[in-house]
């Protein structure tokens, strides 16, 4: 399984962005997926998660109402619209999946990752 995020940039704040990841690879429609951050000196921290099939989805408080997942089964991608950016939310974005169709907000969940995508977001 191999995942390829994309979409990232030099924005400045207030501004939006669409990460997008693709997956190749294994029975994307029956995995999960979850996006994390990392900012430069910090640990890998939960952003978002979707379950297999859409309907659920969890955020970490600090995006809740700016950040909205997404997946597309047909296209084997996931999305991350994030709206109103701010300074804090610069970091390295990566996509995740795991074996399971529920979704979940620790790393260690997650079987399969990405490479990462830089976002910054300039005052």
């Known amino acids: 399984v191999q995942l390829v995020e994309s979409g990232g940039r030099l924005v400045q704040a207030g501004g939006s962005l669409r990460l997008s990841c693709v997956v190749s690879?294994?029975?994307?429609?029956?995995?999960?997926m979850g996006w994390f951050r990392q900012a430069p000196g910090k640990e890998r921290d939960f952003v978002a998660a979707?379950?297999?099939?859409?309907?659920?989805?969890d955020y970490v408080d600090s995006v809740k109402g700016r950040f909205t997942i997404s997946r597309d089964n047909a296209e084997r991608t996931a999305h991350l619209q994030m709206n109103n950016l701010k300074p804090e939310d610069t970091a390295v974005y990566y996509c995740?999946?795991?074996?399971?169709?529920?979704?979940?907000?620790?790393?260690?969940?997650?079987?399969?990752w990405g490479q990462g995508t830089q976002v910054t977001v300039s005052s």
């Open positions: 690879g294994g029975t994307f429609s029956n995995y999960a």
């Open positions: 995740a999946t795991r074996r399971s169709i529920a979704p979940a907000i620790r790393s260690y969940a997650y079987d399969y």
């Open positions: 979707i379950g297999w099939r859409g309907r659920s989805t």
